[in-house]
C-alpha cells in the first residue's frame, strides 16, 4: 500500500463526509493509503486577490511545507478551491524568489509550543518547494493512469450519462493551475469514459454554480446552480458528476433553494467524482453516504443497473 | 595597397537636435582634428542636406582628400548619399565610411560628457579603417529578363499581368487547380458592393490569354537555387491525369464518379465529385482528378470517368514532372488562410453547423454558392432570422491567439451584415466588435450605411461564449458601454476569424530563404522606404503573403512589386557589393568550415586545388567565413582582421 499525503480541506472534513470516505475508500482499493499532513489547517479557500498582498500564501505554505517536513513530494487534494489555492502558492513561490523569501520568513517564526513544559521551541525549516500538489483527478490520470480502473471494475455502469461539471477553480488561471484547456476540457470525460459510463457533453460545464456568493446571496447562486442543473438535463444526462465539495454544496443541497426560486425543477442528482469511482470499484453504499444527499442519486445508479442487467 | 598615409577629412553632423543634443559634436571636430591622418575635421547641422553635400563635396577638391569619414546616423540610411558625394568628388565611393554616432550613441544614451567621448572613440575607429580601405569597384551581373509569381490569387494575378505588360516573360505557378485565390470566393466586395467573380474573371481570363504569361497551375515550386537575375527553379507539375486541351467541360465524367467529397472551394458547405471543375469560371477551364480522392487510377478497381469520356482527355498514365526553369525575379504572392475554428472552443470550436467563418458566410450569400445566394444556414437550410456577426476572432489578442489586426473584417462583416439585410429584410444583424476600424476610402461611409440604412446592431464588446441550445446557438456576451451583459439567441453565428499566413506555406518559404516576421507573414526589407521587396535580393512581396491587406492594398502592392521588377530589368548589368569575402588561396587549408557557416551557399571546395572557391555574387558580405575561418583565409575586403584590429585599438586606448 502506498502512502499519499492527502489534504482534505475543510469542507469534506466537516459538511460532507461522505465525500472524503469514498475518496479514502476508492483510493484503497487503487492502492493508495491517503495521509493527512499533521496539524493541517485551513488553505485560505481563496488565493489573494491582489498581487502583492502575501500574508494569504502563508497557510498554503505551512501546509504544503509540513508535507515537506514528513518526507513526502506530493500531496492531492479533491477540493478543487483547495487544490487552486494550493497549486497557486506553490507555484507563486516557485516563481517569485523574493514572495518565497518572505513566506520563508513566516514559516520560521512559526511557534511551537510544548504542552508539558509550555516552552516556545522554533525549531521550523523553511519551506524548499519540492511538493507537488496533485487534484486527484489530475493524479488519477497521471500517476495511477485510467487504465489501471479496467481491472478493478465491479459495478458495471454502461449506459449510465454522466454530465461532467468542471466548475471554475481546476482550470483557472490555466497557466498556474490548469489540469486542462480551459475552454475545451477533457480529464473529467476520459475519467467517466474509463468507468465505462458515458459522458455527456453540455455548455455549462465550466460555468460558475455561484460558489461562495450563495453566502451573501443565496438567490444570485440558485439562478446560477439551476442553469447549470437545467443544461445537464437538457443534454440528456441521467447524473451530474462534479469535483469541488463548493459545487456539490451549491448544486445539491441547495436544491430545496433552487425548487422555492423555480417550481418547475424537480431536482436531479449529483454525485461527486471519488463517489462514482468507489461506486464502480464496488464500494459498499454504506460509506458513500448517499444519505447525506439532497436529491437521492440511488435510484438512478439501480435502475441502470437493472436495466443493464436485463438487457 | 595599404596607404596609411592617406588625408583623411572628417564631417560631424548635428543632425538638428538628433545628435547634437546628446553629444557635443563641436568638441568631437576639435578633439578629432589632431588624430593622426586627419587633415580636416568639422561640423555641420544637416550633413545629408544641399549644403552640407556641397560642402563635402568643395572639401575633398580643395583640401585633397584621399578619403572621409562622416559622423552621422546609421549607415542603412545616407551611406548611399555620401558615396555618391565621393564618387561626383573623383573619389572612390568605398573610401568613405559612416560613423554612427546617432542610432549607437545620441538615442541610446543620456549621459553627455560620456556620450562625447564614445562619439570620439567611434571617430577614431573610423579613421583606422578607412586609413586602410581599399578602392573596390561594384560587381557586375548579368540579369535573365524572366519572372517568376508564385500564387495565383488576385496579387499574383496581378503582378504577373503588370510584369507581362512591361514586356517581360512571367512564369505563373500556382498550386490549386484553378487560378483565383481567394478573391473568386468572395460573394460581393465592400465598399462599393461589386461582384467579386464579375470584377476577377476578366482578370483570370486576361492570364491565361496574355502571351507573355506561362500559366502553371497545379504546379508547385520545389526549390530554388542562383541569386538575383539568375536563378534556377525546380517546378513540380502534379498530374491532373485530364488533358486541359482535350476536356470539353461536358462533365460527363463528373455524373459518373462515385466518390463524394466535400467542396473546397464552397469551403466545406457542398460536396464535389474526386474527378471536379473547381467551379463554372475556372482557369485552365478544366476538370482535374483528385488522386488523393480517387478510387484508384486502376480501370479494373473504378475507371468509369474514362469510359464515359468523349473526347478521350483523361490519362491515367499521367505522372509528375519535375522541371527546370530560369528566371531573374520572383515574387512571392501565398497569400492567406483563415484561423481555424477548432482555436475557439468558447465559440463552440467547429462543432456548431451554424457557426461558420466569414468565408464561409461569403459563399453562402454568393449568387454561386451552394444555397445559389439565398441566406441559409448549414445545420437546416433554415433562413436566419437572428444573425450575430463576433469581430476580432483570434485577432487583437496577445495572450491567446494573433496579435496583429487582420484589417478587413471590420469592413467584411459590415459588408456581411449589410448584406444578410438585403437578402432577409425581416432579419436581425448584430456585430459585436472591440473597434471599427473604417480607416480606407469610402470604409467608414460604408460602415455608416450598415449602421444607418441597413439598421445593422453595433453592440461594442468582446463575446465570452457560443453554444447551442435546442435549436438555437446562445451568444453571451457584454456591452461594454452600457456594462451589460447581452445573451442573444441567434439561428446563425459569423465569426470573423483572424487572418494566417497559408497552410503549409512555410516550406516554401524555408526554400526560397526568405525572411518572415514572427507571426508568418514575409517580412519586407525596409517596413516604411521598402515595403514590396525582401532583405534578400530579387526576391519581392505581392499581396497578404506580406500580412492582411483588402483588395485594393493588395493590387497596389501588387503592381508595386511588379514595378521593382521592372527595375531590376531595366538595367543593362547588375552591380553587387564588392564588400564580399574573397579566399587567399595560399592560407586556405581546404578546412571547409567556412563552407558550413555561409547561409547563401556561396563558397565551395575546389576539388583538385582543395581551396575554397567564392561565389562572389552569392556572397552578400555577412563576415560570417570571415569569422569562423582558422587561418585567417577569409578576408573580408575593407573590414580585413587587420583593420579591425586597428579599430579595436583606436577604440580602447587612452
Redesign the interface.
Given at each position: 500500500m502506498n502512502k499519499l499525503h492527502y489534504y482534505p480541506g475543510c469542507t469534506l472534513k466537516e459538511k460532507t463526509t461522505n465525500l472524503d470516505n469514498s475518496t479514502r475508500a476508492a483510493m484503497e482499493i487503487l492502492g493508495y493509503e491517503l495521509v493527512e499532513p499533521e496539524g493541517w489547517t485551513c488553505c485560505g479557500a481563496e488565493y489573494p486577490l491582489t498581487e502583492d498582498k502575501i500574508v494569504g500564501l502563508a497557510a498554503p505554505a505551512r501546509i504544503l511545507r509540513q508535507v515537506e517536513i514528513e518526507g513526502g513530494n506530493k500531496v492531492v487534494t479533491t477540493c478543487a478551491f483547495c487544490y487552486n489555492v494550493l497549486k497557486r502558492t506553490n507555484e507563486a513561490l516557485l516563481r517569485d524568489p523574493l514572495k518565497q523569501k518572505r513566506i520563508n520568513a513566516y514559516l520560521r517564526d512559526d511557534i511551537k509550543i510544548e504542552p508539558i513544559t509550555k516552552e516556545k521551541t522554533t525549531d521550523f525549516p523553511e519551506y524548499f518547494s519540492t511538493v507537488w500538489v496533485f487534484h486527484l483527478l489530475e493524479f488519477l490520470k497521471n500517476e495511477v493512469g485510467f487504465t489501471q480502473f479496467h481491472s478493478l471494475i465491479k459495478r458495471n455502469l454502461k449506459g449510465l450519462k454522466v454530465a461532467p461539471y468542471y466548475g471554475c477553480r481546476l482550470l483557472r488561471p490555466a497557466d498556474e493551475v490548469g489540469i486542462d484547456?480551459p475552454?475545451?476540457p477533457h480529464i473529467f470525460e476520459e475519467f467517466l469514459n474509463a468507468l465505462g459510463c458515458e459522458p455527456v457533453d453540455f455548455?455549462f460545464k465550466q460555468e460558475c454554480c455561484g460558489s461562495y456568493i450563495s453566502v451573501s446571496l443565496p438567490d444570485a447562486a440558485s439562478e446560477a446552480s439551476y442553469q447549470v442543473l437545467k443544461?445537464a438535463q437538457?443534454a440528456g444526462a441521467d447524473i451530474l458528476a462534479l469535483s469541488c465539495p463548493l459545487c456539490y454544496y451549491n448544486l445539491d443541497r441547495r436544491q430545496d433553494r433552487i425548487r422555492e426560486k423555480f417550481p418547475e425543477f424537480t431536482g436531479f442528482p449529483i454525485l461527486f467524482f471519488t463517489q462514482i469511482l468507489a461506486w464502480a470499484l464496488g464500494v459498499e453504499e454504506s460509506v458513500l453516504g448517499f444519505d447525506q444527499h439532497f436529491f437521492d442519486p440511488r435510484p438512478v445508479l439501480y435502475q441502470e443497473q437493472k436495466t443493464e442487467a436485463v438487457s | 595597397m595599404k596607404n596609411t598615409k592617406k588625408k583623411i577629412g572628417l564631417f560631424v553632423c548635428h543632425c538638428g537636435v538628433n545628435i547634437a543634443s546628446i553629444v557635443d559634436v563641436e568638441r568631437v571636430a576639435k578633439a578629432m582634428a589632431d588624430y593622426p591622418n586627419v587633415v580636416f575635421s568639422t561640423d555641420y547641422v544637416y550633413m545629408c542636406s544641399e549644403p552640407g553635400q556641397k560642402m563635402i563635396l568643395d572639401t575633398i577638391k580643395e583640401r585633397g582628400l584621399d578619403a572621409l569619414i562622416v559622423a552621422a546616423c546609421s549607415p542603412t540610411l545616407h551611406e548611399r548619399t555620401f558615396q555618391n558625394v565621393a564618387k561626383l568628388a573623383g573619389l572612390n565611393p568605398y573610401q568613405i565610411e559612416i560613423a554612427n554616432i546617432r542610432e549607437q550613441g545620441s538615442w541610446v544614451h543620456s549621459d553627455k560628457k560620456k556620450a562625447t567621448e564614445k562619439a570620439i572613440r567611434i571617430c577614431r575607429s573610423m579613421v583606422e579603417k578607412v586609413s586602410q580601405n581599399e578602392n573596390l569597384e561594384p560587381i557586375k551581373v548579368d540579369v535573365h529578363r524572366r519572372a517568376m509569381v508564385i500564387g495565383g490569387g488576385i496579387s499574383g494575378l496581378q503582378a504577373a499581368l503588370d510584369i507581362a505588360d512591361h514586356g517581360y516573360e512571367v512564369l505563373l505557378v500556382e498550386k490549386n487547380p484553378s487560378i483565383g485565390g481567394h478573391m473568386i470566393q468572395l460573394s460581393e466586395t465592400f465598399p462599393t458592393l461589386d461582384c467579386s467573380q464579375c470584377i476577377m474573371t476578366p482578370k483570370m481570363v486576361e492570364v491565361s490569354r496574355h502571351p507573355k504569361i506561362k500559366l502553371l497551375t497545379y504546379h508547385e515550386v520545389k526549390s530554388v537555387s542562383g541569386f538575383v537575375g539568375n536563378f534556377r527553379v525546380k517546378i513540380r507539375k502534379k498530374p491532373r491525369y485530364i488533358d486541359p486541351g482535350l476536356c470539353n467541360l461536358c462533365g460527363e465524367c463528373e455524373k459518373v464518379c462515385p466518390q463524394v467529397v466535400s467542396d473546397e472551394f464552397n469551403m466545406g458547405l457542398s460536396f464535389r465529385k474526386a474527378i471536379y471543375l473547381p467551379f463554372p469560371q475556372a482557369v485552365p477551364g478544366t476538370y482535374t482528378l483528385d488522386i488523393e480522392n480517387c478510387l484508384g487510377l486502376l480501370p479494373i478497381r473504378c475507371g468509369k470517368c474514362k469510359e464515359v469520356c468523349e473526347p478521350n482527355a483523361i490519362n491515367y498514365d499521367e505522372a509528375e514532372e519535375i522541371f527546370e526553369e530560369e528566371v531573374g525575379a520572383i515574387v512571392v504572392a501565398t497569400g492567406y488562410d483563415l484561423y481555424t475554428m477548432d482555436h475557439l472552443a468558447e465559440y463552440g470550436g467547429e462543432k456548431i453547423d451554424d457557426v461558420v467563418n466569414g468565408l464561409e458566410f461569403e459563399r453562402i450569400l454568393s449568387a454561386s454558392g451552394p444555397t445559389g445566394g439565398v441566406v441559409r444556414r448549414p445545420s437546416d437550410g433554415e433562413v436566419p432570422k437572428n444573425v450575430v456577426f463576433v469581430q476580432c476572432c483570434g485577432s487583437r489578442d496577445t495572450e491567446h491567439h494573433n496579435p496583429y489586426c487582420s484589417k478587413i473584417c471590420c469592413m467584411y462583416t459590415a459588408k456581411h451584415a449589410m448584406l444578410y439585410k438585403h437578402r432577409v429584410p425581416d432579419g436581425n444583424a448584430t456585430v459585436f466588435y472591440i473597434d471599427v476600424r473604417a480607416g480606407g476610402k469610402a470604409f467608414d461611409e460604408f460602415y455608416q450605411r450598415a449602421t444607418e440604412e441597413d439598421e445593422v446592431l453595433y453592440i461594442r464588446g468582446k463575446v465570452s461564449k457560443i453554444f447551442r441550445e435546442n435549436d438555437k446557438i446562445m451568444v453571451w456576451g457584454v456591452d461594454t458601454l452600457t456594462g451589460q451583459k447581452v445573451e442573444i439567441e441567434a439561428d446563425m453565428v459569423v465569426l470573423a476569424m483572424s487572418m494566417v499566413k497559408t497552410d503549409g506555406v512555410e516550406n516554401l518559404l524555408k526554400e526560397l530563404k526568405i525572411a518572415t516576421d514572427s507571426n508568418g507573414w514575409l517580412a519586407e526589407a525596409h517596413p516604411k522606404l521598402r515595403p514590396v521587396e525582401s532583405l534578400n535580393a530579387g526576391f519581392y512581396l505581392a499581396g497578404c503573403a506580406n500580412g492582411p491587406k483588402d483588395i485594393p492594398e493588395t493590387v497596389s502592392q501588387a503592381s508595386a512589386a511588379a514595378a521593382k521588377v521592372g527595375d531590376l530589368f531595366a538595367q543593362a548589368e547588375l552591380l553587387h557589393e564588392p564588400t564580399i569575402v574573397p579566399v587567399i588561396e595560399e592560407l586556405c587549408s581546404g578546412c571547409g568550415i567556412c563552407i558550413h557557416v555561409c547561409p547563401y551557399g556561396a563558397r565551395e571546395l575546389d576539388p583538385v586545388l582543395k581551396v575554397v572557391k567564392v561565389n562572389e555574387i552569392l556572397c552578400e558580405g555577412c563576415g560570417a567565413c570571415a569569422a569562423a575561418c582558422p587561418s585567417g583565409a577569409a578576408q573580408q575586403r575593407n573590414q580585413t582582421d587587420g583593420q579591425i584590429f586597428s579599430m579595436l585599438k583606436a577604440m580602447l586606448k587612452g
Open positions: 484547456d475552454e475545451d455548455p443544461s437538457n | -
